[in-house]
């Protein structure tokens, strides 16, 4: 499968490790109201959905980042990652804003970027 020092790989593209500070959240949807005691009743609905929050890496090459956002470009992408159980998981998400500031400006355009983040967002199938 693929090699455990890549924490995360998006259609088929091993990332870099991303920095610390990134938040692994877990949904729990359900269907919930009131009975007719006020008593709350909810059914769970579906699997857990995950969240991919503050993804972000300090320094990237042009390239790299390049690489990162061709990666995410479908929109809807195939997703593997080891999650808070340090479980592989791999699951259709699609990617919030993503955003970097430029660092290096070389001979044709930026050659380095800093602070390249995005999120990944579960899709529920």
Avoid: H
Wanted: proline share 5%.
């Amino acid at each position: 499968m693929y090699d455990k020092k890549f924490y995360l790989v998006v259609n088929g593209v091993q990332l870099p490790p991303p920095v610390r500070g990134l938040e692994i959240v877990r949904s729990q949807l359900v269907n919930s109201g009131r009975n007719t005691n006020g008593t709350v009743v909810a059914q769970k609905i579906g699997r857990k959905l995950y969240k991919l929050n503050n993804l972000s890496w300090k320094c990237l090459t042009a390239q790299q980042w390049k690489t990162i956002q061709d990666a995410l470009e479908p929109f809807f992408v195939n997703v593997s990652f080891y999650d808070d159980s340090n479980e592989l998981v791999t699951i259709k998400m699609y990617p919030g804003d993503t955003n970097a500031k430029p660092y290096w400006l070389g001979n044709v355009g930026y050659d380095m970027y800093e602070e390249c983040k995005f999120n990944l967002i579960d899709t529920g199938e």
